[in-house]
DNA sequence: TTTTTGATTGAATGTTCATTCAGTATATTA
DNA sequence: TAATATACTGAATGAACATTCAATCAAAAA
């Protein structure tokens, strides 16, 4: 096999990327305290002692993990503000997505749970509250200016932006950790129920005449 | 001070009592796990041992507060089912007292918190595990039948009662959750965002005529 | 081939607890 | 007062665990 800087490189990050994932999986059921290094090697399947090749202790995993979750999170975030999407359009579309994805990704799933843990702990590494701290809060930010201009469109109903956007948060973070305590083959709910939820009723269909 | 039988057995349950409310707190914030049993006895300011004077192990308090906590719910839901409301008033009342409890009581805060930890943590003991097995479902059917009430009344939206009650519980916990990590004054959202998902819209006030 | 480099293993080390225990204090009862 | 019972303390014990380490192994380079 070759081996070259590059290659070595390359091999290194993907047991790296092992780690995390058994890791992730791990610490989203368990969490920091209750995880065990040996139960992360056994995922993986190595013995103890590499799992240190490759990171420096438990806590430098679980801060990368953290990391990763927030990133993308923000990510996704970004992107569905910049879609060219009414409003409206862009919370009903990032309801229908979220849900598919609990519905389907075990990943997203765990991931997740790992952040509900993070949130919700005191007892975790100096360096994840940090990073909780500073990027928690764009999804917020962001779909509350979403809601703030469909309102002005009139096609998202009057309350607070900002409340608007907590509701639309907690709501999907709940359903998410409800459904990973659920294993068997619960349903999440359908989509318009949220949706509904953040919609100014303009017409017909909602009214007896 | 008197020191007979009841006397004695009554105090050894208020001193048991302060040991539930200091773990609880510590439990609430930092999981099982990270909770360290010196850290609940500074918390109720006793030597580390004493504990055990009153308490057979750490699990065996975390046991006995989690049992708390879900006979608290039903026990609410419960009461809440028996009230002499249309369903559709029980569904706004409910979700009011919820949102006004979240906002002043620390206690439920913690208990939430408590139960979010249990619930989503594989690495709790196996009797905590078969008490939320047992317990946690009956709030989820008590609000279905609910909804399907209002349903028949025309005062609920029309959707499957079951998804109701569990978009009306996550969305609940969602927001507990929430407001447990921000330490600061962060306000809850107005109850008639959540209330308006699930009431049918029936009139005039939401038409454009 | 030999050397070097990184991957890998599992045992050794030291620390952090949960739990136990020997002993003290306090109050009631006889 | 002495005997007894309970509350209480903080040190001792032992187990679990994170992290380190000495020793192999395997591949590539020389």
Redesign the pocket.
């Known amino acids: 096999?070759?081996?070259?800087k590059e290659q070595?490189e390359k091999?290194?990050e993907e047991?790296k990327q092992q780690i995390r994932s058994g890791a992730l999986r791990q610490f989203a059921t368990k969490g920091l305290f209750a995880?065990?290094?040996?139960d992360i090697?056994d995922a993986v399947?190595?013995?103890?002692?590499?799992?240190?090749?490759?990171y420096?202790?438990?806590?430098e995993i679980y801060v990368e993990l953290i990391k990763n979750a927030l990133n993308k999170m923000n990510e996704a975030v970004i992107s569905l503000k910049e879609m060219s999407l009414p409003p409206h359009e862009k919370i009903r579309l990032a309801i229908e997505q979220l849900l598919k994805t609990i519905d389907t990704s075990d990943d997203f799933i765990q991931t997740c749970r790992l952040i509900a843990h993070a949130t919700s702990s005191t007892a975790i590494p100096e360096e994840a509250k940090k990073l909780i701290q500073e990027k928690r809060d764009l999804p917020y930010q962001e779909v509350a200016k979403i809601m703030a201009q469909g309102q002005e469109e009139g096609t998202i109903i009057e309350a607070d932006p900002n409340e608007l956007a907590i509701v639309f948060w907690t709501s999907i973070n709940g359903l998410a950790i409800y459904k990973a305590t659920r294993q068997d083959s619960t349903a999440i709910p359908d989509a318009r129920i949220l949706i509904n939820m953040f919609m100014e009723r303009t017409g017909e269909k909602s009214c007896r005449v």
Not at 1 to 4: I, L, P, Q, S, V
Not at 35 to 38: A, N, R
Not at 56 to 59: A, E, Q
């Open positions: 096999m070759a081996r070259n070595n091999m290194r047991r995880t065990k290094i040996k090697a399947g190595m013995a103890q002692g590499l799992v240190y090749h490759y420096k202790s438990k806590d």
